[in-house]
């Protein structure tokens, strides 16, 4: 019922009984791609959150990974810097031992 025209006069309360125009196919095909474009868009938006959660939680469990290999790695180092202190220890009281033997030497033979 598109009996609308554009000579008819738009006054009054008969404007108001009078049947609206019928848009244009053109005008309904526009609204039907803009359902489709917000559709896709949509979908488009779900499919990147769904992508970007994923991402997010391959990214968490190699920060798991590296943190804990990260921990071993400093444990390792902990007990490395302890034994080194143990050496340097040890190396230490030998160098001590060596110079009084070498120090008595001298003193023996300095003696005789």
């Keep these: 019922m598109c009996s609308f025209s554009s000579k008819q006069t738009l006054h009054g309360p008969l404007f108001l009984a009078l049947p609206r125009p019928c848009p244009s196919k053109r005008h309904h095909k526009h609204l039907r791609l803009n359902r489709l474009n917000r559709r896709r868009a949509h979908l488009k938006e779900a499919r990147q959150r769904k992508r970007m959660v994923v991402v997010k939680a391959e990214i968490q469990m190699k920060n798991l990974k590296l943190y804990m290999e990260n921990k071993t790695i400093i444990e390792e180092n902990e007990k490395l810097r302890k034994q080194a202190m143990l050496l340097h220890k040890e190396n230490q009281a030998l160098f001590s ?10 003193n023996n033979t300095n003696n005789d």
């Design 97 to 106: 031992q060596l110079q009084k033997k070498l120090s008595e030497k001298n």
